[in-house]
């Protein structure tokens, strides 16, 4: 069993803690801040760590040797960090993404565009990929992981290749099909290894070997949503035809034989786990009685290592004996908490682990199965102490047509769980849930006085797939009186008060603040949409152009939220004259998810009706709240809203 070490935070602990931690309640800063320790990486010896935190508003990539050695810091300034990972012990690739405004013959004004930097240890410098390929885009499309060949590493990425001008003097952008290029991470020249099929809204996606090489392909027609997977010999193995587009690779087999994958079938079924030889023959169901929450792969090889099962008891499964009993320990040893393996050497020898839950406001570890010992990385939040971490439950209850669901239920610390002004906080997605880890909103409104509860309304995806297809056609119906139903229960047991509830989200859970009070009246003292949905005519329209008129688009869109009159019976612009309580409307300008002019909608409707509201537009802000300076804006915002409309005393 794994010896627990003081929770006392190490050095690099000390650098994302602010020196001056009072013991009284945490400042408002303390939740709305980006998170003090974002993300973990190990180099595949175990020798080095890598963590990305904030300081002081800044982004930071630290280097470690071991837990607690600092090799060097990276000044990252205001990049948006979205991933890290390592290539052997000699570099660590760092996945960033910018809003980008776009040119004339684009079908969107702005997009989201995704970059690499590449840090090499031991010669200390920091370069793009494709920054020096004047023939590809300076955008990544996809990541195909890293190999070692030959002594040298080599990363693959998804790219755009560029078409000279009709004069030859410079390059212009083609047919957007993706290619894939082997990079040399020393010397960052590329070779082209393989490009997407053509055709109308083609899309292509690959599995690479041990060797870099197209082990399986999938290629999928959007007009027609016929798919066929290949092997490396280019033939088909396995092809049918999805119209929504739910088909996708998974990994390889354990012994790199045959190919994972996941398609979608009937009414009442999703992502269906298969298994084909890349040889050729029958594909076969796998995992039929297991609900997948994750799937553990080898980024050597990519070959299926295991899978954690969709439970509260992080129940993991490896095909390897050895590493199921190393994560069975690992999880005995965090049983208290929500436990996360997020990244391991190579050997399994050395294990990063996240942990949350009650009395844990986000901590990180460095695990070494070898000497049985854990030490602790840091801590997201490291201004909330234990005793400030509100308690967290699952609340099981029945929606009013007999479909069983549950919601994460936080109480406000030190006072009695009976009466309380409440908020209701639905998840976006709606493909999403919510459990029993510590969340920043919930948290922050919860040390503030207020229950918070976190509705898994149908059509999310903790109870499978019948579940989640529930919600097909049902915005602003039953996935509303869900979130309703959620309440009713809170108010019957007594812990909320009925006439001192509000209800905020953001995406999919703005729409639902904003339908609560405009669809459903008397439920609500005050609703915060947070870069919500307002009208879903227009984001149908949008989402359309967008996509170029995807056919496989149009098809999702119209089978989950409809078409035509039924959109505007269940959009809340259509209705703002039936708004029954103020309204703070919140949205990033730099949103490329949800458009900035659905709040835009929303607050002239209001207007026009005569109906009380607030308007904060975050300059610079996306849909992820990305930005240090403007989230703590929006939580700030809501906070005050929420307070002078529904007092937490």
């Known amino acids: 069993m794994i010896k627990l070490l003081s929770r006392?935070?190490?050095?690099?602990?000390?650098?994302?803690?602010?020196?001056?931690?009072?013991?009284?309640?945490?400042?408002?800063?303390?939740?709305?801040?980006?998170?003090?320790?974002?993300?973990?990486?190990?180099?595949?010896?175990?020798?080095?760590?890598?963590?990305?935190?904030?300081?002081?508003?800044k982004k930071q990539l630290m280097i470690l040797e071991g837990a607690t050695k600092p090799l060097r810091i990276i000044e990252l300034d205001n990049f948006k960090v979205r991933d890290i990972e390592w290539a052997g012990d000699e570099y660590i690739l760092i996945v960033i993404s910018q809003t980008e405004a776009l040119g004339f013959g684009f079908t969107a004004d702005k997009a989201e565009l995704t970059q690499i930097l590449v840090h090499g240890i031991s010669n200390n410098k920091t370069e793009w990929v494709f920054r020096k390929q004047k023939s590809i885009a300076n955008t990544i499309i996809g990541r195909y992981g890293t190999r070692l060949l030959d002594g040298k590493w080599k990363g693959y990425f998804g790219g755009m290749s560029l078409d000279r001008d009709a004069r030859g003097t410079s390059f212009e952008l083609g047919d957007n099909s993706e290619t894939v290029f082997q990079i040399d991470l020393e010397k960052m020249y590329d070779r082209q290894v393989d490009k997407q099929k053509p055709g109308a809204n083609a899309y292509s996606d690959w599995l690479l070997d041990a060797q870099g090489s197209v082990a399986a392909k999938l290629n999928y027609q959007g007009d027609s949503g016929k798919w066929s997977i290949e092997n490396s010999g280019g033939q088909s193995i396995a092809d049918a035809s999805n119209p929504n587009g739910e088909i996708g690779l998974i990994a390889l087999g354990s012994d790199g034989a045959s190919v994972f994958y996941y398609r979608s079938e009937g009414d009442n079924e999703a992502h269906t786990v298969y298994e084909v030889a890349l040889a050729g023959g029958e594909s076969v169901r796998r995992f039929q009685n297991d609900s997948i929450d994750r799937w553990y792969i080898d980024p050597r090889s990519n070959q299926l290592l295991g899978y954690r099962k969709k439970s509260g008891a992080d129940q993991m499964v490896f095909f390897d004996p050895r590493l199921t009993k190393a994560a069975t320990n690992i999880r005995?040893?965090?049983?208290?908490?929500?436990?996360?393996?997020?990244?391991?050497?190579?050997?399994?020898?050395?294990?990063?682990?996240?942990?949350?839950?009650?009395?844990?406001?986000?901590?990180?570890?460095?695990?070494?199965?070898?000497?049985?010992?854990?030490?602790?990385?840091?801590?997201?939040?490291?201004?909330?102490?234990?005793?400030?971490?509100?308690?967290?439950?699952?609340?099981s209850y029945t929606a009013q047509d007999g479909l069983k669901m549950d919601g994460v239920l936080t109480l406000p610390p030190g006072r009695e769980a009976k009466n309380l002004p409440?908020?209701?906080?639905?998840?976006?997605?709606?493909?999403?849930?919510?459990?029993?880890?510590?969340?920043?909103?919930?948290?922050?409104?919860?040390?503030?006085?207020?229950?918070?509860?976190?509705?898994?309304?149908?059509?999310?995806?903790?109870?499978?797939?019948?579940?989640?297809?529930?919600?097909?056609?049902?915005?602003?119906?039953?996935?509303?009186?869900?979130?309703?139903?959620?309440?009713?229960?809170?108010?019957?047991?007594?812990?909320?008060?009925?006439?001192?509830?509000?209800?905020?989200?953001?995406?999919?859970?703005?729409?639902?603040?904003?339908?609560?009070?405009?669809?459903?009246?008397?439920?609500?003292?005050?609703?915060?949409?947070?870069?919500?949905?307002?009208?879903?005519?227009?984001?149908?329209?949008?989402?359309?152009?967008?996509?170029?008129?995807?056919?496989?688009?149009?098809?999702?869109?119209?089978?989950?939220?409809?078409?035509?009159?039924?959109l505007t019976e269940i959009s809340p612009a259509r209705l703002a004259d039936q708004a029954d309580a103020p309204i703070l409307l919140i949205h990033g300008k730099d949103d490329t998810v949800v458009l900035y002019n659905q709040s835009q909608t929303m607050a002239d409707a209001l207007k026009d009706a005569g109906k009380p509201f607030e308007f904060l537009g975050l300059e610079g802000e996306d849909h992820w709240l990305s930005s240090a300076d403007t989230r703590l804006k929006m939580l700030e915002a809501s906070m005050s809203f929420i307070m002078r409309n529904n007092p937490p005393h």
């Not at 309640?25 to 801040?33: E, F, H, N, V």
């Not at 595949?44 to 904030?54: E, L, Q």
Request: net charge positive; glycine share 12%; charged share 20%.
């Open 422 to 566: 409440a908020i209701m906080l639905p998840h976006g997605g709606p493909a999403a849930h919510d459990d029993i880890r510590f969340d920043w909103w919930a948290q922050a409104f919860a040390a503030s006085g207020y229950a918070v509860f976190q509705p898994n309304f149908r059509g999310s995806t903790n109870r499978g797939a019948t579940f989640q297809k529930a919600s097909e056609g049902e915005w602003g119906r039953k996935m509303q009186t869900d979130i309703s139903d959620g309440m009713a229960e809170l108010v019957k047991s007594g812990i909320i008060d009925p006439k001192r509830v509000c209800i905020m989200g953001a995406s999919y859970g703005g729409y639902a603040a904003l339908a609560g009070v405009t669809l459903q009246q008397g439920l609500y003292r005050c609703a915060v949409s947070v870069a919500g949905i307002s009208d879903l005519n227009l984001m149908y329209r949008d989402d359309v152009k967008i996509s170029g008129r995807n056919k496989t688009l149009i098809r999702s869109l119209r089978s989950e939220i409809g078409k035509g009159r039924s």
């Open 8 to 57: 006392a935070i190490m050095l690099i602990g000390l650098l994302l803690i602010d020196p001056a931690i009072s013991i009284a309640q945490p400042p408002l800063s303390a939740y709305g801040k980006l998170p003090g320790f974002e993300t973990a990486a190990i180099s595949r010896s175990g020798k080095y760590v890598a963590i990305i935190g904030t300081l002081n508003g």
């Open 332 to 395: 005995r040893a965090f049983s208290k908490y929500h436990m996360r393996l997020e990244d391991w050497n190579q050997d399994f020898t050395k294990v990063v682990v996240s942990t949350r839950g009650n009395g844990d406001a986000g901590s990180w570890w460095l695990v070494d199965l070898t000497n049985m010992r854990a030490e602790q990385l840091g801590s997201e939040y490291p201004q909330v102490r234990i005793e400030d971490v509100g308690k967290m439950e699952m609340i």
